[in-house]
């Protein structure tokens, strides 16, 4: 869902000058475009974010052929609270890691894990500032004051 960045970005590249050759990327689906490179002798670096599924095969291929390998993938990423936060300090940075860019960051919180001993506390105060972003306007991405826009999909 992300090619049309990659995209822009060769654009970007093009008109900054950059000469032919030093970046290149190639777009299409597994089977026709992946699966060569990742098999292909002269490609010596793979790196892959998606499903464990396709990133374990991907390993599974180039592992013979001794090539490093970058794997980001089936990660949901979790927000680890501990009795001992300052909740002044962080709750904030935990509530944009959850909506920045509506949610659809390679990094965005999806999960928290509360110590036991503050979780109603921790719920309290994050439903309170969450029910606050009214605060937070929702609309036109391209306008400063908007946190969260339109989702990259209709699925999604």
Do not use: W
């Not at 590249?13 to 030093?22: D, I, N, S, T």
């Amino acid at each position: 869902m992300t090619s049309v960045t990659a995209y822009k970005l060769c654009h970007l590249l093009e008109e900054a000058g950059l000469p032919h050759g030093v970046v290149n990327m190639v777009f299409g689906f597994g089977q026709n475009v992946g699966e060569p490179l990742i098999e292909h002798p002269d490609v010596p670096l793979v790196s892959f974010t998606g499903s464990t599924v396709t990133g374990r095969h991907i390993a599974v291929k180039t592992a013979p052929l001794l090539k490093k390998l970058s794997l980001e993938m089936g990660g949901k990423n979790a927000a680890i609270v501990f009795a001992d936060v300052n909740l002044d300090t962080h709750l904030p940075a935990i509530i944009r890691s959850c909506f920045l860019n509506s949610g659809e960051i390679c990094l965005s919180t999806s999960r928290l894990y509360v110590q036991k001993s503050i979780y109603k506390h921790f719920v309290d105060k994050f439903t309170e500032e969450v029910l606050k972003l009214s605060k937070i306007r929702v609309g036109d991405p391209s306008e400063s004051d908007t946190l969260i826009g339109p989702m990259v999909s209709e699925a999604h």
